[in-house]
């Protein structure tokens, strides 16, 4: 017989609330007070969730581990995946010497950390987001940054800051797809809402991203850039989410930001370069080098980004998994059907699924593993033996974001099928006429959780339609406000945390990074919980 969730277990939602979070306080207690590695705060928290989830959830042990495993499956396949190969790729192109080719390259384009992170960690990661999500962006952009002469701590923490505004609408859409095929609503309308809250988060990223690097008075300096960084971002995903869809406001956003900022480039320079301290100037001698050889050094990121978006495309991913043998999808075993969810998060009882799907050949990081076999044999002086070779030290390099990002999505799975996690966003539902206030907050919530908007969406999209009418909130604002609000979390998220400082070689260094980024986080989470209240309110007319 399947154990049915329980959701105020010590009387109240209030208090049970409290205690649910007993995990998620761990974590941020080990990463932000005792600077504790990734491995070790992950592992403080699962276990402080398996105790919660059997003694006060009173969840069966066998099925706690069940659902462990499951999400320790899950990081590593397909999210662990992904950061392998597209580590994997880097350290390819630095051994080659390819990575010299491209830092000179950028640096004769602009040698401006600030225009830098606009063009990587803005620009060309929301290409990878709107294209792969899920990982790939911070751990490519992280990466190249730190190869340009970033410290890692710079690198990772810019890039996850700045991969804020494209989140929700990564991987071809599927977060705002997510939220509105479980809210049961018009995908459209919640793609244009949606549209109208993130583009105003993207005016102000540029703008926040060099503040942060250099300080308000030289960020003025740029503003020419920060300004088509911006409107070029934002206009493209405005136009796109309201009159097309979720499915390509980040790839057109990309591809509208790069082209701006190059044509920018044609006709100004600043007037002053900005570096870190200590930060050496680019060895710019000589006329550099040939066309050809810039090409063929960018190739690799080139045929990423190609195999990347075909990978992304609903049609060829259905095409990939229509061939035989491409996917192994099972129930997880005593898991699956053993777990029922209830009143008030499902109308009448409902089974909750547990299913695993090996999709390996239509995975974003076999994309990935594709365009860095594909890239091997133009590498010069570089041969498919030294990039297996190169394989099994990234593999070496990744031991500990493995475990890292294997036990926080366990320690995920495991507050999802204990009812945990439902306990926390129902608490949220108790604020009543300020729900509009908080109803990003609990998008954020989720992703923090789960490391994902697509998650976060899967499991809070029908709980923030169902509130939203019992507080008589448009349900259309509340389930896209989800999305928007996750996207701000995606920088504190533990899973990507361990995905930046593993692409950028600062493992043990999360609690740093979390530091790094938190207020961050919060601040952004802000602006979006005011915009959606007024949206609400006063400023009900943004609404389609």
């Given at each position: 017989?399947?154990?049915?969730q329980?959701?105020?277990?010590?009387?109240?939602?209030?208090?049970?609330?409290?205690?649910?979070?007993?995990?998620?306080?761990?974590?941020?207690?080990?990463?932000?007070?005792?600077?504790?590695?990734?491995?070790?705060?992950?592992?403080?928290?699962?276990i402080?969730?398996?105790?919660?989830?059997?003694?006060?959830?009173?969840?069966?042990?066998d099925?706690?581990?069940?659902?462990?495993?499951?999400?320790?499956a899950?990081g590593?396949?397909?999210?662990?995946?992904?950061?392998?190969?597209?580590?994997?790729?880097?350290?390819?192109?630095?051994e080659?010497?390819e990575?010299?080719?491209?830092?000179?390259s950028?640096?004769?384009?602009?040698?401006?950390?600030?225009?830098?992170?606009?063009?990587?960690?803005?620009?060309?990661?929301?290409?990878?987001?709107?294209?792969?999500g899920?990982?790939?962006?911070?751990?490519?952009?992280?990466?190249m940054?730190?190869?340009?002469?970033?410290?890692?701590?710079w690198g990772?923490g810019?890039?996850?800051?700045?991969?804020?505004?494209?989140?929700?609408?990564?991987?071809?859409?599927?977060?705002?797809?997510?939220?509105?095929?479980?809210?049961?609503?018009?995908?459209?309308?919640?793609?244009?809402?949606?549209?109208?809250?993130?583009?105003?988060?993207?005016?102000?990223?540029?703008?926040?991203?060099?503040?942060?690097?250099?300080?308000?008075r030289?960020s003025?300096?740029?503003?020419?850039?920060?300004?088509?960084?911006?409107?070029c971002?934002?206009?493209?995903?405005?136009?796109?989410?309201?009159?097309?869809?979720?499915?390509?406001?980040?790839?057109?956003?990309?591809?509208?930001?790069?082209?701006?900022?190059?044509?920018?480039?044609?006709?100004?320079?600043?007037?002053?370069?900005?570096?870190?301290?200590?930060?050496?100037?680019s060895?710019?001698?000589?006329?550099?080098?040939?066309?050809?050889?810039?090409?063929?050094?960018?190739s690799?990121?080139?045929?990423?980004?190609?195999?990347?978006?075909?990978?992304?495309l609903?049609?060829?991913?259905?095409?990939?998994?229509?061939?035989?043998?491409a996917?192994?999808?099972?129930?997880?075993?005593?898991?699956?059907?053993?777990?029922?969810?209830?009143?008030p998060?499902?109308?009448?009882?409902?089974?909750?699924?547990?299913?695993?799907?090996?999709n390996?050949?239509?995975?974003g990081?076999?994309?990935i593993?594709?365009?860095?076999?594909?890239?091997?044999?133009?590498?010069?002086?570089?041969g498919?033996?030294?990039?297996i070779?190169?394989?099994a030290?990234?593999?070496k390099?990744?031991i500990?974001?493995?475990?890292?990002?294997?036990?926080?999505l366990?320690?995920?799975?495991l507050?999802?099928?204990?009812?945990?996690?439902?306990?926390?966003?129902?608490a949220?539902?108790?604020?009543?006429?300020?729900?509009?206030?908080f109803?990003?907050?609990l998008?954020?919530?989720?992703?923090?959780?789960?490391?994902?908007d697509?998650?976060?969406?899967?499991?809070?999209?029908?709980?923030?339609?169902?509130?939203?009418?019992?507080?008589?909130?448009?349900p259309?604002?509340?389930?896209?406000?989800n999305?928007?609000?996750?996207?701000?979390?995606?920088?504190?998220s533990?899973?990507?945390?361990?995905?930046?400082?593993?692409?950028?070689?600062?493992?043990?260094q999360?609690?740093?990074?979390f530091?790094?980024?938190?207020f961050h986080?919060l601040?952004?989470?802000?602006?979006?919980?005011?915009?959606t209240?007024?949206?609400?309110?006063p400023?009900?007319?943004?609404l389609?």
């Amino acid at each position: 017989m399947a154990w049915v969730q329980v959701y105020a277990p010590l009387g109240g939602v209030g208090v049970s609330a409290c205690v649910a979070a007993v995990p998620l306080v761990i974590l941020f207690y080990m990463l932000a007070v005792r600077k504790a590695k990734g491995h070790v705060a992950a592992a403080a928290g699962l276990i402080g969730a398996l105790l919660t989830a059997v003694l006060v959830w009173k969840m069966p042990v066998d099925l706690a581990i069940s659902a462990t495993l499951n999400g320790a499956a899950f990081g590593l396949f397909p999210i662990i995946w992904i950061v392998i190969t597209a580590v994997w790729v880097y350290n390819m192109t630095v051994e080659s010497g390819e990575f010299e080719i491209i830092k000179d390259s950028l640096a004769r384009l602009t040698d401006d950390r600030r225009l830098q992170a606009l063009f990587i960690a803005y620009a060309f990661s929301c290409f990878l987001e709107g294209t792969a999500g899920f990982g790939t962006p911070v751990a490519i952009a992280a990466a190249m940054l730190v190869g340009l002469g970033f410290t890692p701590l710079w690198g990772a923490g810019v890039a996850l800051i700045a991969n804020t505004a494209p989140v929700a609408f990564g991987a071809i859409g599927v977060p705002l797809i997510v939220a509105a095929s479980v809210s049961g609503l018009d995908q459209m309308t919640v793609s244009a809402i949606a549209g109208r809250q993130l583009p105003l988060l993207a005016l102000i990223v540029p703008f926040w991203v060099c503040v942060l690097m250099c300080g308000f008075r030289r960020s003025l300096e740029v503003l020419p850039a920060i300004i088509v960084s911006g409107v070029c971002f934002a206009g493209a995903q405005f136009l796109m989410a309201n009159y097309h869809g979720p499915t390509l406001p980040d790839i057109a956003s990309a591809i509208a930001t790069i082209g701006g900022l190059v044509l920018l480039l044609k006709v100004w320079k600043p007037s002053r370069i900005f570096r870190f301290e200590n930060d050496t100037e680019s060895n710019l001698s000589g006329s550099g080098y040939s066309s050809k050889e810039v090409l063929r050094a960018w190739s690799p990121y080139i045929v990423l980004a190609i195999f990347v978006f075909f990978w992304g495309l609903p049609e060829f991913k259905k095409l990939l998994n229509g061939l035989p043998g491409a996917v192994f999808a099972f129930g997880w075993p005593g898991l699956d059907g053993q777990v029922m969810k209830t009143a008030p998060i499902v109308a009448t009882d409902a089974v909750y699924a547990a299913k695993f799907s090996f999709n390996w050949l239509s995975a974003g990081g076999t994309a990935i593993l594709f365009a860095g076999l594909l890239s091997v044999p133009v590498m010069p002086k570089y041969g498919y033996g030294k990039a297996i070779a190169c394989f099994a030290r990234t593999l070496k390099q990744l031991i500990y974001p493995i475990l890292t990002i294997a036990m926080i999505l366990g320690l995920a799975f495991l507050m999802n099928y204990a009812g945990m996690s439902s306990t926390l966003g129902l608490a949220f539902t108790y604020t009543g006429s300020f729900f509009p206030f908080f109803s990003p907050l609990l998008g954020w919530l989720g992703v923090f959780l789960t490391g994902s908007d697509t998650s976060s969406c899967a499991l809070f999209g029908g709980m923030q339609k169902d509130t939203a009418i019992t507080v008589g909130m448009s349900p259309e604002l509340a389930v896209a406000s989800n999305a928007s609000g996750g996207v701000t979390a995606k920088m504190i998220s533990p899973q990507s945390l361990s995905v930046a400082t593993a692409a950028t070689n600062m493992v043990g260094q999360e609690g740093n990074l979390f530091r790094f980024t938190i207020f961050h986080s919060l601040g952004m989470t802000l602006v979006l919980c005011v915009l959606t209240y007024l949206q609400a309110g006063p400023l009900r007319f943004m609404l389609p």
